[in-house]
């Protein structure tokens, strides 16, 4: 886990895109720059703009974590197919070249990750999360974290796994985990868990 950077901290704790970007703009006024202030902006526009409609709201980095499970799925067997659509999504994340940026910029994106991480699991604990028997059947706090930490340990472990590519999505993946282990006192045994399980 990368420190967390105090002058930013509103800044990454803040989930609603406009918001950040007013905290972003604030920021910039407030805190001197650590190396990383324009990378930070590169990141935002990298995450929140749809670039065949720049008035359509997107975060795109979240978009990945959705899509990131279902490499897993039969139709996946054929692991050209695969690989094409993980090295989409090690760009779309902004994560090409990373292995040449200094620690402000890896702290930077880390924390950027992290915050998608955040947005991702405040959707998982409503009422309409992870129904069961066709929708019909809410599921228990217990169910909603044990498919968290499944869908978590699958972005953050099997997917990379499966096509190789743990070191380009380390970043990313790194701070997947993080977010989850550390958001519930039940988390990392969830997550303990899952492991346990695929080692099996």
């Known amino acids: 886990m990368y420190p967390e950077i105090e002058c930013w901290k509103e ?9 950040r970007k007013a905290l972003y703009e604030e920021g910039l006024k407030k805190q001197e720059d650590d190396g990383a202030n324009a990378f930070r902006a590169e990141l935002m526009k990298l995450r929140y703009t749809d670039p065949r409609n720049p008035a359509h709201r997107v975060d795109n980095f979240l978009w990945q974590m959705v899509i990131l499970p279902g490499f897993l799925r039969p139709i996946y067997f054929f692991k050209p197919v695969g ?21 402000a910029k890896r702290s930077a994106a ?88 695929k080692k099996k």
């Open 110 to 197: 880390y924390w950027e990750y992290r915050n998608t991480a955040d947005r991702y699991l405040s959707t998982c604990t409503g009422p309409g999360y992870a129904k069961k028997f066709f929708g019909v059947m809410a599921s228990s706090d217990e169910e909603k974290l044990a498919k968290t930490a499944r869908d978590f340990y699958s972005m953050a472990v099997t997917v990379p796994e499966k096509y190789g590519r743990e070191k380009e999505l380390e970043l990313f993946t790194r701070a997947l985990k993080d977010a989850f282990t550390t958001s519930s006192s039940d988390a990392e045994r969830a997550w303990n868990t899952v492991r346990y399980m």
């Open 83 to 103: 690989e094409r659509e993980v090295s989409a999504v090690i760009r779309e994340l902004g994560l090409e070249g990373a292995e040449d940026w200094d620690e």
């Open 11 to 19: 800044f990454y704790e803040e989930l609603d895109p406009d918001k």
